[in-house]
């Protein structure tokens, strides 16, 4: 069974940077992966996706702004986020897809706030 553990939210000023790692443990490290988020009150965003094979897409809202990577080993994946502003405030989620389901991390809070 593949778990999911992010880390590195917290609090950053509007302009500022933050990066956030999610490392995946179980059998298997050949997924593609994602970071989503949620804002209170709102539906789950996609924020990334990264394949297997390392190709990378965005939406509109945060491409240029944004960078999803893998880590050497595949079993980690980073989101490192540029220029960030308030409406990017929300509990961030890494996620694998999978046929028998979305697999999904705890989340970690990402507050943008002067």
């Known amino acids: 069974q593949v778990q999911l553990v992010e880390s590195g939210g917290g609090l950053v000023q509007p302009g500022g940077s933050l990066k956030l790692s999610c490392t995946a443990s179980?059998?298997?490290?050949?997924?593609?992966m994602g970071w989503y988020r949620q804002a209170p009150g709102k539906q789950r965003e996609l924020v990334a996706t990264?394949?297997?094979?390392?190709?990378?897409n965005y939406p509109n809202s945060v491409k240029g702004r944004f960078t999803i990577s893998r880590g050497n080993a595949k079993n980690t994946v980073y989101l490192q986020m540029d220029s960030l502003k308030p409406d990017d405030t929300a509990v961030y989620y890494c996620?694998?897809?999978?046929?028998?389901?979305?697999?999904w991390g705890q989340g970690t809070q990402v507050t943008v706030s002067s």
């Open positions: 996620n694998i897809p999978t046929t028998a389901g979305p697999i």
């Open positions: 990264i394949t297997v094979g390392g190709i990378a």
């Open positions: 179980g059998s298997r490290f050949d997924y593609a």
